[in-house]
C-alpha cells in the first residue's frame, strides 16, 4: 500500500523560508513522477512543482526562481524547499504521485486528475 506523509510546515513571515518533506513507502521502486500541489480556502489544487522519473522539473510560475524541488531516492523522500515566501503562498501543500516515471504534463505542470497518491497534507501560513 503506498503512503506518502508530508512534514515541514508552518507559520513564517514573508520572506522567510520552508523545506517540505515527503516521505514516500509502498512504491516498488523509485522511479515514479512526483510533485506537489496546493490548495487555498475555497480554491482549486493546483500544481505548484513536479519531478520525473530523470530528475527533470517544472514549476509553475508563480514560484519559479523561489522554490526548488528535489528527492532522495535512498530516503524515499521528496522535497520542496521554499524561499522567499509570500502570503499568497499561504496554502496546504500536497505531496503527489503519479503511477508512472514519466510524468503527465498538462499546461506544463501536472494536473491533479492523473495524480494516484496523495498525502495528507501540511499548513505553510505566510505573515505579512
Known amino acids: 500500500q503506498v503512503q506518502l506523509v508530508e512534514s515541514g510546515g508552518g507559520s513564517v513571515q514573508a520572506g522567510g523560508s520552508l523545506r517540505l518533506s515527503c516521505t514516500a513507502s509502498?512504491?516498488?521502486?523509485?522511479?515514479?513522477?512526483m510533485g506537489w500541489f496546493r490548495q487555498k480556502p475555497e480554491a482549486e489544487r493546483e500544481a505548484v512543482a513536479a519531478i520525473d522519473g530523470d530528475d527533470s522539473a517544472r514549476y509553475a510560475e508563480s514560484v519559479k526562481g523561489r522554490f526548488t524541488i528535489s528527492k532522495d531516492n535512498a530516503k524515499n523522500t521528496l522535497y520542496l524547499q521554499m524561499h522567499n515566501l509570500k502570503p499568497e503562498d499561504t496554502a496546504t501543500y500536497y505531496c503527489a504521485a503519479e503511477t508512472s516515471g514519466v510524468c503527465t504534463w498538462v499546461g506544463g505542470l501536472l494536473h491533479a486528475a492523473y495524480v494516484t497518491f496523495w498525502g495528507q497534507g501540511t499548513q505553510v501560513t505566510v505573515s505579512s
Open positions: 509502498g512504491f516498488t521502486d523509485n522511479n515514479y513522477c
